[in-house]
């Protein structure tokens, strides 16, 4: 079955997650290496193909990043500013 996504984005979440990585001033990578020390295997370009909205996001990594940017998982579902 293929995944048509949500408003041709596979995430709701990842232009929040990007807002909230640069508002800490950490790199993808550094993201990723953070990530990486909470069990969630993750590389740079994952987390770039996340903020772009070209691939999906898994629970425990929203739950991830909501940690390692110190900010509540809701606050990654809100919708976009239009």
């Known amino acids: 079955m293929k995944n048509l996504g949500y408003y041709g984005r ?13 508002a800490k001033r950490i790199s993808q990578e550094t993201l990723a290496a953070k990530m990486q020390t909470l069990g969630v295997n993750i590389a740079q370009d994952a987390i770039s193909n996340i903020e ?11 739950r991830a990043f909501a940690t390692v940017l110190q900010v509540p998982i809701e606050e990654l579902l809100e919708p976009e500013e239009e």
């Not at 596979?10 to 640069?22: H, K």
């Open 10 to 22: 596979r995430n709701i979440c990842g232009e929040r997650v990007r807002m909230a990585r640069l």
């Open 52 to 62: 772009a909205g070209r691939r999906l996001v898994m629970d425990y990594e929203l």
